[in-house]
T-cell receptor
Framework: GAGVSQSPSNKVTEKGKDVELRCDPI?????LYWYRQSLGQGLEFLIY????????KSGLPSDRFSAERTGGSVSTLTIQRTQQEDSAVYLC??????????????FGNGTRLTVT | DQQVKQNSPSLSVQEGRISILNCDYT??????FLWYKKYPAEGPTFLIS?????DKNEDGRFTVFLNKSAKHLSLHIVPSQPGDSAVYFC???????????FGQGTRLTINP
């Protein structure tokens, strides 16, 4: 079966532009996560979805960041008015059930975002 | 506030020898720990986990040890193989919680 799919794999954008990052989770996985990895850093939690609702948005760094999930499947992470500090690899993961520790997260290959 | 720390950014080990990757945590509420492995341009993949009710879990060449009093865990790989060269992330969570907290990662290089 297909794994977690993210698109685009690479995105270069100018400072101030908006970007949308897409994640297709593994079919049937109810939980979906967004993390990001900045250069030399660990994985930073952004947001978690259970179905279409987001019980935990605590990791979103500012109100320029938003995410939605529709149909319990595809998720889109939107960054408005991008800044250079937004440059990072954005990783999406899904899992069959919660909690996160018991059901391993399956990660996509990420979207490398570069803000110039 | 870095709740999960991997203080060694890199480690180099000769093929066939033991690799030991270390991880420290500060949040005493954490009770479930995982290791993920990441190759370049790929997402992390789950490797092994341990619950706080255990102090050791083994899966083939991989063993994770947990020292709750020291808030320390380690991943042992023996014997190390060239395919083990990757970045290893330690992660922790509170059972019932929805998110994993990751360390910064350790880049392991296995030399032939």
């Amino acid at each position: 079966g297909a794994g977690v799919s993210q698109s685009p794999s690479n995105k270069v954008t100018e400072k101030g532009k908006d970007v949308e990052l897409r994640c297709d989770p593994i079919s049937g996985h109810t939980a979906l996560y967004w993390y990001r990895q900045s250069l030399g850093q660990g994985l930073e939690f952004l947001i978690y979805f259970q179905g279409n609702s987001a019980p935990d948005k605590s990791g979103l760094p500012s109100d320029r960041f938003s995410a939605e999930r529709t149909g319990g499947s595809v998720s889109t992470l939107t960054i408005q008015r991008t800044q250079q500090e937004d440059s990072a690899v954005y990783l999406c993961a899904s899992s069959a059930s919660v909690p996160a520790g018991i059901s391993p997260l399956h990660f996509g290959n990420g979207t490398r975002l570069t803000v110039t | 506030d870095q709740q999960v720390k991997q203080n060694s950014p890199s480690l180099s080990v000769q093929e066939g020898r033991i690799s030991i990757l270390n991880c420290d945590y500060t949040n005493s509420m954490f009770d479930y720990f995982l290791w993920y492995k990441k190759y370049p341009a790929e997402g992390p993949t789950f490797l092994i986990s341990i619950s706080s009710i255990k102090d050791k879990n083994e899966d083939g060449r991989f063993t994770v040890f947990l020292n709750k009093s020291a808030k320390h865990l380690s991943l042992h790989i023996v014997p190390s193989q060239p395919g083990d060269s990757a970045v290893y992330f330690c992660a922790a969570t509170v059972q019932g919680a929805q998110k994993l907290v990751f360390g910064q990662g350790t880049r392991l290089t296995i030399n032939p």
